[in-house]
C-alpha cells in the first residue's frame, strides 16, 4: 500500500537541507531536515566532550545546551581581518574555551592562548550580556565575541566575512597568468597521452592558498601574479591567486579526479573535476556517491557501456543514468543486495518503490530525467553492488570533438508540475535549467547520501549522475537539448 509524503518545507531562504527519507520496515516517509544557515554551527549536550578542531570559518558557534558544571571546548580562529601583504596567508591561532556555571543564568569564561600561557581573558558572562575578546596586541580591534542570550552561549568570529573561494579553472594560452582561455566544465576530456595545460584561478575576500591533486598526487604549481615585489614571490594578488599546472594523462582509457582546493582563514573550497581519457567519454566520481563510468565501444557498435558501483553502506544513495537504459530493474539488480529503489511521483502519486521481491512495484525501468534513491542490504560486496548496462549511441565522434548524441532524438522535452520533482539531468555535460526554460519560479536543492539535500542557485550548472529536488511554483517546460 502506497503512503502519502509529507512535501518538504521551503520556507527558508537561506541554504538548508530540505530532505531526509527514513525507511520504517514497510514504507518510506520523506520529511524535512533543517541544516543550520550558513556562517552557524550548533553544539548540542554535554556529551560531545571529544570536539576537534572547532574552526570558526563559518562565523560562529552557538552551544544550545549548557553545561551544568563545566565544559572545555577548542576554538581555531583568526586574528587579523585581512592577511597583510608580507605575512603569511591563513595563520589561525588556536584557543581552549573554558566554561563554568556559577549559577542559573551565570557563568565564568575562560580562554587562553595554546601557544602563549601568559595569555588568558577571564570574566563572568551574566544572561543577557554580550563581550568582546582582543586578541591581536597590534591593534584595537576586537576579534572575538561572547554572547550569552535567550539561554545559549554564541562564540562569534568578528573577522568573518561570508561567502567562500571562487574557483575557475581555464585552458592555458600563454605565458603570462591572465584567464582569457576557456573555462573548462567538470568534466574534461582527453585524447590517450595528451597533456592538459591548465590555469587556476582562486578568489576570495583575501588571495587563497592553492592546491591541486589529480588521483591524490600533489600536483606542482608554477607562476606569480604580477602586482608588486612582495605578493609577486608568493604568487597572489589582493584577492586572488592564479597559478598553473601541466598533467600528462595516462595512455589508456582512465578516469582520474582532478580537486583544486582553496584555502582562506582555514576553510577549504574544493572545486572538483572528472578528466577522461580515450573512449570513456563520461565518468561520475563524486566523495560518498556512487561511481559511473559510460565507454564507447571499439568497431561500429552502436551501444555504450555503462557501469555504477554504489558505495558500500546502507543509507539512501542518489542515483540517475545518463542515458536511455530500457534494461529492467529485475534484470540489473540480479544477484545483487539491493534492499529498494525509490522514486518519487509528485502529487498525488507521492513515493514510488521498487522492490527485488514478489511486492508490488511502481516502475521497473530507469527513466530519464528521473532521480532516485537506492539503498543496499548490509555487508554487500563490490560485485553485489555493481551494475553494467548499455545505452544507444546514435553518433559516435571523435572524443575531441563534440559528444556523442546518447537519446534517440538531439532534443527532448520534460514537463514540472508545480510543487516537488526528484530530477536527475541526462546526457553527459553539466548543464545549467536556466539553459533550456524562461521560468524562474523554481528552487534547486542537491542531493548527497541518506537523502540529505541543499538548496542550491538556479544558475548552478547540474552535475549527469546527481540528483536533485526541484520546487516548482508554477508548472513550467523544459526543452532539452542533449549533449
Same mark, same amino acid.
Given at each position: 500500500m502506497k503512503k502519502k509524503v509529507p512535501q518538504p518545507q521551503s520556507n527558508q531562504k537561506a541554504v538548508?537541507?530540505?530532505?531526509?527519507?527514513?525507511? *520504517?520496515?514497510?514504507?518510506?516517509?520523506?520529511?524535512?531536515?533543517?541544516?543550520?544557515?550558513?556562517?552557524?554551527?550548533?553544539l548540542g549536550g554535554e556529551s560531545e566532550v571529544q570536539l576537534q578542531d572547532l574552526t570558526l570559518r563559518d562565523g560562529f558557534v552557538t552551544l544550545t545546551v549548557l553545561p551544568q558544571t563545566e565544559r572545555t571546548i577548542p576554538i581555531r580562529t583568526?586574528?587579523?581581518?585581512?592577511?597583510?601583504?608580507?605575512? #603569511?596567508?591563513?595563520?589561525?591561532?588556536?584557543?581552549? $574555551?573554558?566554561?563554568?556555571?556559577?549559577s542559573a543564568g551565570v557563568y565564568q569564561y575562560n580562554l587562553f592562548n595554546n601557544d602563549n600561557p601568559a595569555f588568558s581573558a577571564v570574566d563572568i558572562l551574566t544572561q543577557p550580556e554580550t563581550v568582546s575578546l582582543y586578541l591581536n596586541v597590534q591593534d584595537t580591534a576586537p576579534d572575538l565575541e561572547i554572547?550569552?542570550?535567550?539561554?545559549?552561549?554564541? #562564540?562569534?568570529?568578528?573577522?568573518?566575512l561570508p561567502g567562500l573561494s571562487q574557483i575557475r579553472l581555464f585552458e592555458r594560452t600563454g605565458t603570462t597568468l591572465d584567464t582569457t582561455g576557456t573555462v573548462y566544465l567538470p568534466i574534461i576530456r582527453l585524447a590517450v597521452g595528451t597533456t592538459l595545460n591548465a590555469r587556476v584561478n582562486a578568489s576570495s575576500y583575501v588571495a587563497p592558498v592553492v592546491e591541486a591533486r589529480i588521483g591524490g598526487v600533489v600536483q606542482?604549481?608554477?607562476?606569480t601574479t604580477p602586482i608588486g615585489t612582495d605578493a609577486s614571490a608568493r604568487g597572489v594578488a589582493e584577492n586572488y591567486t592564479t597559478r598553473d599546472f601541466t598533467w600528462t594523462a595516462?595512455?589508456?582509457?582512465?578516469?582520474?579526479? $582532478?580537486?583544486?582546493?582553496a584555502t582562506v582563514q582555514g576553510e577549504d573550497t574544493h572545486a572538483y573535476y572528472t578528466i577522461t581519457t580515450g573512449n570513456i567519454v563520461y565518468a561520475f566520481q563524486q566523495p560518498n556517491?556512487?561511481?559511473?563510468?559510460?565507454? *564507447?565501444p571499439s568497431g561500429t557498435s552502436t551501444t555504450a557501456t555503462l557501469t555504477a558501483v554504489f558505495d558500500d553502506n546502507t543509507q539512501l544513495q542518489p542515483f540517475s543514468v545518463p542515458c536511455d537504459v530500457t534494461t529492467p530493474l529485475s534484470t540489473l539488480f540480479a544477484s545483487k543486495k539491493v534492499q529498494r529503489i525509490y522514486a518519487y511521483g509528485g502529487t498525488p502519486a507521492g513515493t514510488q518503490v521498487w522492490n527485488p521481491s514478489t511486492a508490488p512495484d511502481d516502475f521497473q525501468t530507469f527513466s530519464r530525467f528521473r532521480g532516485y534513491f537506492v539503498q543496499f542490504l548490509d555487508e554487500a560486496s563490490e560485485a553485489e553492488r555493481t551494475i553494467t548496462t548499455t545505452c544507444p549511441v546514435q553518433s559516435l565522434q571523435s572524443v575531441l570533438s563534440a559528444p556523442p548524441q546518447l537519446g534517440a532524438s538531439s532534443t527532448a522535452t520534460y514537463s514540472f508540475s508545480a510543487g516537488w520533482t526528484l530530477f536527475a539531468l541526462p546526457g553527459i555535460v553539466p548543464r545549467t535549467l536556466t539553459d533550456f526554460t524562461a521560468s524562474q519560479s523554481f528552487r534547486i536543492f542537491q542531493?548527497?547520501?541518506?537523502?540529505?539535500?541543499t538548496e542550491i542557485d538556479r544558475t548552478t550548472l547540474l552535475i549527469p549522475g546527481r540528483v536533485y529536488w526541484i520546487n516548482a511554483a508554477t508548472p513550467f517546460t523544459l526543452n532539452y537539448q542533449w549533449q
Amino acid at each position: 500500500m502506497k503512503k502519502k509524503v509529507p512535501q518538504p518545507q521551503s520556507n527558508q531562504k537561506a541554504v538548508i537541507a530540505i530532505v531526509a527519507v527514513i525507511v *520504517l520496515v514497510a514504507f518510506l516517509a520523506i520529511f524535512a531536515n533543517y541544516r543550520s544557515n550558513a556562517g552557524k554551527a550548533t553544539l548540542g549536550g554535554e556529551s560531545e566532550v571529544q570536539l576537534q578542531d572547532l574552526t570558526l570559518r563559518d562565523g560562529f558557534v552557538t552551544l544550545t545546551v549548557l553545561p551544568q558544571t563545566e565544559r572545555t571546548i577548542p576554538i581555531r580562529t583568526a586574528i587579523v581581518a585581512v592577511d597583510d601583504p608580507g605575512t #603569511v596567508l591563513d595563520d589561525p591561532r588556536d584557543y581552549t $574555551l573554558s566554561l563554568t556555571k556559577i549559577s542559573a543564568g551565570v557563568y565564568q569564561y575562560n580562554l587562553f592562548n595554546n601557544d602563549n600561557p601568559a595569555f588568558s581573558a577571564v570574566d563572568i558572562l551574566t544572561q543577557p550580556e554580550t563581550v568582546s575578546l582582543y586578541l591581536n596586541v597590534q591593534d584595537t580591534a576586537p576579534d572575538l565575541e561572547i554572547s550569552f542570550l535567550n539561554n545559549q552561549i554564541t #562564540v562569534r568570529n568578528l573577522h568573518f566575512l561570508p561567502g567562500l573561494s571562487q574557483i575557475r579553472l581555464f585552458e592555458r594560452t600563454g605565458t603570462t597568468l591572465d584567464t582569457t582561455g576557456t573555462v573548462y566544465l567538470p568534466i574534461i576530456r582527453l585524447a590517450v597521452g595528451t597533456t592538459l595545460n591548465a590555469r587556476v584561478n582562486a578568489s576570495s575576500y583575501v588571495a587563497p592558498v592553492v592546491e591541486a591533486r589529480i588521483g591524490g598526487v600533489v600536483q606542482a604549481l608554477t607562476g606569480t601574479t604580477p602586482i608588486g615585489t612582495d605578493a609577486s614571490a608568493r604568487g597572489v594578488a589582493e584577492n586572488y591567486t592564479t597559478r598553473d599546472f601541466t598533467w600528462t594523462a595516462p595512455a589508456v582509457d582512465s578516469v582520474s579526479i $582532478l580537486d583544486i582546493k582553496a584555502t582562506v582563514q582555514g576553510e577549504d573550497t574544493h572545486a572538483y573535476y572528472t578528466i577522461t581519457t580515450g573512449n570513456i567519454v563520461y565518468a561520475f566520481q563524486q566523495p560518498n556517491l556512487p561511481t559511473m563510468t559510460l565507454q *564507447l565501444p571499439s568497431g561500429t557498435s552502436t551501444t555504450a557501456t555503462l557501469t555504477a558501483v554504489f558505495d558500500d553502506n546502507t543509507q539512501l544513495q542518489p542515483f540517475s543514468v545518463p542515458c536511455d537504459v530500457t534494461t529492467p530493474l529485475s534484470t540489473l539488480f540480479a544477484s545483487k543486495k539491493v534492499q529498494r529503489i525509490y522514486a518519487y511521483g509528485g502529487t498525488p502519486a507521492g513515493t514510488q518503490v521498487w522492490n527485488p521481491s514478489t511486492a508490488p512495484d511502481d516502475f521497473q525501468t530507469f527513466s530519464r530525467f528521473r532521480g532516485y534513491f537506492v539503498q543496499f542490504l548490509d555487508e554487500a560486496s563490490e560485485a553485489e553492488r555493481t551494475i553494467t548496462t548499455t545505452c544507444p549511441v546514435q553518433s559516435l565522434q571523435s572524443v575531441l570533438s563534440a559528444p556523442p548524441q546518447l537519446g534517440a532524438s538531439s532534443t527532448a522535452t520534460y514537463s514540472f508540475s508545480a510543487g516537488w520533482t526528484l530530477f536527475a539531468l541526462p546526457g553527459i555535460v553539466p548543464r545549467t535549467l536556466t539553459d533550456f526554460t524562461a521560468s524562474q519560479s523554481f528552487r534547486i536543492f542537491q542531493c548527497e547520501q541518506n537523502a540529505a539535500c541543499t538548496e542550491i542557485d538556479r544558475t548552478t550548472l547540474l552535475i549527469p549522475g546527481r540528483v536533485y529536488w526541484i520546487n516548482a511554483a508554477t508548472p513550467f517546460t523544459l526543452n532539452y537539448q542533449w549533449q
